[in-house]
């Protein structure tokens, strides 16, 4: 079964690592996505920017409106994410408690929803 694992930021830690934090949370990252590639497990992973370089689009009444920046008052910004292929949750806990960014932030976990064409 296919997971997200959404990786949730605290705005009131960004950019309280000093540079040297920064370079290790980066290449725990790498590794640790090399060890889910060796594995078999992960799918795909990127980090996202800031939410300020966000746009919301929304379409109402046939109408298309666009907001640049955050569009959410929050304490906390998606930060990135990884699709993973695991056999059962528990298997997708174990995975996603091992993601770097966890230890400063949150981690959603979800499974995958496959949606099917009504007949």
């Known amino acids: 079964m296919r997971y997200i694992c959404l990786i949730y930021?605290?705005?009131?830690?960004?950019?309280?690592?000093?540079?040297?934090?920064t370079d290790d949370l980066i290449k725990?990252?790498?590794?640790?996505?090399?060890?889910?590639?060796?594995?078999?497990?992960?799918?795909?992973?990127d980090a996202l920017e800031m939410p300020d370089k966000a746009t919301v689009l929304r379409v109402r009444n046939s109408a298309l409106s666009v907001t640049d920046g955050p569009y959410v008052e929050t304490k906390e910004h998606l930060a990135g994410f990884y699709v993973i292929e695991a056999p059962d949750i528990a298997k997708a806990k174990e995975v996603a408690g091992r993601i770097p960014s966890a230890r400063f932030g949150a981690v959603e976990?979800?499974?995958?929803r496959t949606l099917t064409l009504p007949v």
């Open 9 to 21: 930021n605290s705005a009131d830690t960004d950019g309280t690592l000093t540079p040297d934090e």
């Open 28 to 45: 725990a990252h790498f590794a640790f996505d090399e060890e889910l590639r060796c594995e078999g497990i992960l799918i795909h992973c």
């Open 109 to 112: 976990l979800r499974p995958a």
